[in-house]
């Protein structure tokens, strides 16, 4: 490994180690400028067209002229636009990019770099979006001059993995307000809202779920999600881990809902798969997920009647989609209502022709977006 590359991967650890504590990126600039034998580094952020710096982490630089830079001389630096014009991640030298003579005649040498000998500079854009810029440089003084090329070298080898962690930076700051969104949501909702691993643990519960803690035997922890029959339990926390296993392509039949009723009430239970991916990293989320919405409603009140009256159920119809919505298969609905087979599949083609539905899950589907007020996507 030559002596650059030794260098570098000193420097690349650093970067990523700011990615994830934004703290950390006044120290990384540092290390990189210690390498190279600047006086002063930056990294910028910047809104365009209104030249309106966002942020700024700087190293060398007085408070004073970090203030001054913001207010006046951010709209006289005659750097941004070339950097912006290259590539992200490609270097340029201040020597390269601008006529020395002109440049040494304007108020920004004059009144900006020159007091703070900050002459010699080098930089790169190194993420783009929004209409904003992030952007990296160092300095260096009259007496050091310009940067040299194994200087160049070095930094060719770092600041693309400085880009790399700023665009890091940057979906971990989306993912976390994401994930702020999203727990706030679902603490709002009245129904009981839990998230599941595949072995029917909750890592989230909101606050309407805690309040059903007990109703029906409902227990939310510190194990699995448990119910006051172990037979009750059993089903539940089956129909989590087809949800949660859905949920990675294991195709299958994952959304389901359920009405167990004891001596004190029936709890009425909806299950849908949930990726993990769509929660964001603050939530520490399972590869397998599900979403477990509770409810005191029981599941033969106003849904099943709306959706008699919606698709024109007769009432045998109405009572077998019930059955169907349950997890039954046509073996079982025959044996608890006591008719014959033929009768139940006739009865289902009949539910499927007027709702439109052609399975049993996107049965299920038409009464858990009743259920649920419409909130399927997270």
């Not at 070339?82 to 991640?89: E, G, K, S």
């Not at 003084?141 to 200087?151: I, L, T, V, Y």
């Not at 009256?309 to 006591?338: D, W």
């Amino acid at each position: 490994m030559s002596n650059i590359e030794s260098r570098a991967l000193k420097l690349v650890a650093a970067v990523y180690e700011a990615a994830l504590n934004a703290g950390y990126w006044s120290h990384a600039i540092e290390l990189v400028a210690d390498e190279i034998g600047a006086s002063g580094g930056a990294l910028r952020h910047m809104q365009l067209p209104s030249l309106t710096l966002v942020n700024m982490s700087a190293l060398g630089y007085d408070e004073c002229w970090v203030r001054a830079y913001r207010q006046h001389f951010v709209a006289l630096d005659p750097f941004h636009r070339h950097f912006d014009a290259f590539p992200i991640a490609e270097l340029g030298r201040s020597d390269m990019l601008v006529n020395w003579r002109e440049y040494r005649k304007s108020e920004w040498y004059n009144d900006f770099a020159k007091p703070q000998d900050k002459i010699h500079m080098v930089g790169s854009t190194i993420a783009r979006g929004s209409g904003g810029r992030v952007q990296i440089m160092f300095q260096r003084g009259r007496q050091a001059g310009p940067f040299a090329d194994d200087d160049l070298r070095l930094l060719k080898r770092v600041v693309p993995h400085i880009s790399r962690a700023v665009n890091m930076q940057f979906r971990l700051c989306d993912a976390r307000r994401y994930e702020t969104m999203v727990c706030a949501a679902l603490d709002r909702l009245r129904v009981g809202a839990i998230l599941t691993d595949s072995a029917a643990r909750p890592f989230f519960v909101n606050r309407a779920a805690e309040g059903l803690q007990g109703y029906c035997g409902l227990r939310l922890g510190p194990g699995a999600i448990e119910l006051e029959d172990s037979a009750n339990t059993g089903r539940l926390q089956g129909m989590i881990a087809a949800a949660a296993l859905t949920s990675m392509g294991a195709n299958l039949d994952g959304e389901g809902e359920a009405s167990f009723e004891t001596e004190t009430g029936a709890l009425h239970v909806s299950v849908v798969p949930v990726a993990s991916e769509l929660l964001a990293l603050e939530v520490t989320a399972p590869a397998a997920c599900a979403a477990v919405f509770v409810s005191k409603r029981c599941c033969d009140t106003s849904p099943w009647r709306r959706l008699a009256v919606q698709h024109q159920l007769t009432p045998a119809e109405t009572r077998l989609a019930r059955a169907l919505a349950e997890g039954l298969c046509v073996k079982e609905i025959a044996e608890r209502y006591l008719i014959s087979r033929n009768t139940v599949r006739t009865q289902i083609r009949s539910i499927f022709d007027k709702t439109g539905a052609r399975r049993q899950a996107q049965l299920v589907r038409l009464l858990s977006n009743d259920f649920r007020g419409g909130i399927r996507k997270w």
